[in-house]
C-alpha cells in the first residue's frame, strides 16, 4: 500500500517536476487584435484603418539568468485583415500587416507563478494595401517594406498542464512601429505608424 501511495504521489508531482527541469527554448502561440491609431492627411482629412484579427507566434531561447532571464527571442505577428480609408477620393480601403523581429526579453521571477518580462528589437515588416482604391482606380504601390522597432512587455502564468512538455499562458502588448507608414496612396502628417498588438495564449517550453 505504501508502495502505490509513492507511485501515486511521484505521478502528481510530474507536471510541476517540468518546470523544475532547465528548459531553455520556448515557442508562444497568441491569437489577439492589431490595432493602429488614426492618421490624418496633410489636406487635414482623417484616415483611418480599422482593427483586424492578429495571429502571433514567438519562439524565444534562454541566454543567461536564473530568477531574471535574459532571453533572445523572434516575435512574429499577422494581420491580414484591417478595413477603412479616408472619405478623401483615391486612397486605399484595406491593409494587412506582417512582422518578423528579432528582439532581446528581459523576464523577471521565472520561479514564480506570475512572471513579467519587457522585450524590445528591430526587425522586418510587410504593408499590404488593397489592390483598388476607393475610387475604382489601380493602386500604384500596393506593397510597402520597412524597418520595424518592436517593444512591448507582458506576463506568463505558470501552470500545471503538460502534455509532454510544460506550458503556461501568456498576456501581452506589443507595439510594432513601421518606419515608413503604408502607402495609402496620399501624403500624411506623419511618417511612421504604430501598430499595436495586445495577444494572449499559451507557451510551450521545451
Known sequence: MSKTLKVVFLVALIPSLGFAQERKNEAGFLLGSEQIPRFTTTAGTPLSVGGSVAFSFDYARRLTGEKTAFLVEVPFAAAPNHRGGSYQPGTVTSLATLYVVPSL???????????????????????????????????????????????????????PIRIFFPISLRLELRDYYALNAANYDTSLRQQGQHDLVPAGGFVIHF
Open 105 to 159: 526579453r528581459v523576464q523577471a521571477f521565472t520561479d514564480r507563478r506570475l512572471s513579467p518580462w519587457v522585450s524590445g528589437g528591430f526587425g522586418w515588416g510587410w504593408l499590404e494595401t488593397s489592390a483598388i482604391l476607393n475610387n475604382g482606380a489601380p493602386n500604384p504601390q500596393i506593397n510597402r517594406y520597412t524597418g520595424i522597432a518592436q517593444f512591448g512587455g507582458g506576463v506568463d502564468i505558470r501552470t
